[in-house]
């Protein structure tokens, strides 16, 4: 079956420890991204990867790492979580976006809670 | 930046037609896509549109205006399970068509 998987799917953490999120998928995609979505603020962009070692910042970087080492993994790297990363984050993947319509697959969220 | 705009909230009648409305900013503009969430779910694809027209697709269609910046989501014969967020998205040339999403439109169905 096609698809993205998270790990983990729920995480209650403390300020200041290293934690990964990490995101596979099975559709030999090009395009990973990674989202979170807050209340009242919709979905918004924290990094993104067009391939294999080539990735950008989105709309909301800061306090996030990113690396794509290899097709199918895009993990997100918190160095030291801070409460206001607490918030539902979702991994995607697509086609090439070259090619029109890049219909993103998501995966099934991580919630993340940071006190 | 570029603004997505929809309505917070609407409710509907299950049998009946609802019609979600999305604005958005057409500098740049490249295509617009709607999405369906339901409750701690993750979002799926419901279509896309880059010309002017009506898309329909089952219960679903999907309209565009691209000189009006507006889009529409209209949901026939509505059932519970229509129960979710509509999320609207719009894509915007800039290297790698950046994807700009709405908070989303929490759409519910009532008997």
């Known amino acids: 079956e096609a698809q993205v998987t998270q790990n983990p799917r729920y995480l209650i953490t403390v300020t200041g420890k290293k934690l990964t999120v990490t995101c596979s998928q099975n559709?030999?995609?090009?395009?990973m991204s990674w989202y979170r979505q807050d209340p009242g603020l919709g979905l918004r962009q924290i990094y993104y990867?067009?391939?294999?070692?080539?990735?950008d910042k989105g709309d909301v970087p800061e306090g996030y790492k990113v690396s794509r080492k290899e097709k199918r993994n895009f993990p997100l790297i918190l160095e030291s979580p801070s409460p206001n990363q607490t918030s539902l984050y979702f991994c995607?993947?697509?086609?090439?976006?070259?090619?029109?319509?890049?219909?993103?697959?998501f995966g099934a969220g991580s919630r993340l809670t940071v006190l | 930046g570029q603004n997505i705009d929809q309505p917070t909230e609407m409710t509907a009648t299950e049998g009946a037609i609802v019609q979600i409305n999305c604005t958005y900013q057409?500098?740049?503009?490249?295509?617009l896509f709607w999405y369906q969430q339901h409750a701690g779910e993750a979002p799926t694809f419901l279509s896309y549109?880059?010309?002017?027209g009506l898309e329909e697709k089952g219960r679903f269609s999907s309209f565009l205006s691209r000189s009006k910046g507006y889009s529409y989501l209209l949901l026939k014969e509505l059932q519970m399970k229509d129960s979710a967020s509509y999320l609207c998205?719009?894509?915007?040339?800039?290297?790698?068509?950046?994807?700009?999403f709405g908070a989303g439109t929490r759409l519910a169905v009532h008997p």
């Open positions: 559709m030999n995609h090009e395009y």
């Open positions: 995607a993947s697509s086609p090439p976006v070259v090619y029109g319509a890049n219909v993103l697959t």
């Open positions: 057409t500098s740049g503009f490249n295509g």
């Open positions: 549109n880059v010309l002017d």
């Open positions: 998205a719009a894509m915007f040339s800039g290297g790698y068509n950046k994807l700009i």
């Open positions: 990867s067009m391939n294999v070692e080539v990735t």
